[in-house]
């Protein structure tokens, strides 16, 4: 058991030097950054979503920057769209579940504010819509998903697409993408 256990803690070490190795990830990670600074220098929001563990990475760093990540500081409009239960099976039950996210889009984004899609394969239904909805509020899209990106590779202003497949794998490396994004957004910001 020992072993298996060493083995997983090296994939995921291989998984985070595959993406340090790739200089564009670091790059597309700057250029979101600044994205990020100016929409939330003029009050505008993002708005972030995904399925399963990617839903749940949604909300990690929704919260980091409408609550707080190091600094004691003004809070940073971002929300996970799949937080309300009620709209959210209140959708799916009446416009089917490849809806749930664009629905929310057309509500509540705005010209300038930021969407940011995790899907592992890039393929998920309703992230893709989701996104669509998002280009045509005049949104930034921003995909974060494995290896080739999948379909949503082709829908993003930026895409962090980490170097591997394997799903837990490509779930922990977007969790250190979004704290290194809310780190050094929060410095930009708030010194």
């Given at each position: 058991m020992s072993k298996r256990i060493r083995k997983i803690m090296q994939a995921s070490l291989d998984a985070k030097q595959a993406m340090l190795d790739d200089e564009q990830i670091a790059q597309t990670l700057c250029d979101i950054i600044d994205r990020a600074v100016d929409c939330f220098g003029r009050q505008g929001k993002m708005l972030l979503a995904g399925n399963g563990g990617s839903a749940a990475d949604a909300q990690h760093i929704a919260a980091e920057l409408s609550g707080r990540f190091y600094r004691d500081r003004a809070p940073l409009f971002a929300e996970a769209l799949h937080v309300n239960s009620s709209y959210l099976t209140a959708v799916a039950n009446?416009?089917?579940?490849?809806?749930?996210?664009?629905?929310?889009?057309?509500?509540?984004?705005?010209?300038?504010?930021?969407?940011?899609?995790?899907?592992?394969?890039?393929?998920?239904?309703?992230?893709?819509?989701?996104?669509?909805?998002a280009r045509e509020a005049g949104m930034t899209v921003v995909g974060m998903t494995g290896s080739d990106?999948?379909?949503?590779?082709?829908?993003?202003?930026?895409?962090?697409?980490?170097?591997?497949?394997?799903?837990?794998?490509?779930?922990?490396?977007?969790?250190?993408?979004?704290?290194?994004?809310?780190?050094?957004?929060e410095l930009k910001m708030f010194g």
């Open positions: 009446d416009y089917g579940y490849e809806e749930v996210f664009a629905r929310m889009i057309r509500a509540a984004g705005r010209t300038g504010d930021i969407f940011v899609g995790l899907s592992t394969s890039g393929n998920s239904p309703n992230i893709l819509r989701a996104a669509g909805a990106g999948g379909k949503l590779a082709d829908h993003c202003d930026f895409l962090l697409n980490v170097p591997v497949s394997d799903t837990p794998r490509v779930q922990e490396c977007h969790i250190l993408l979004g704290h290194i994004l809310c780190e050094i957004i």
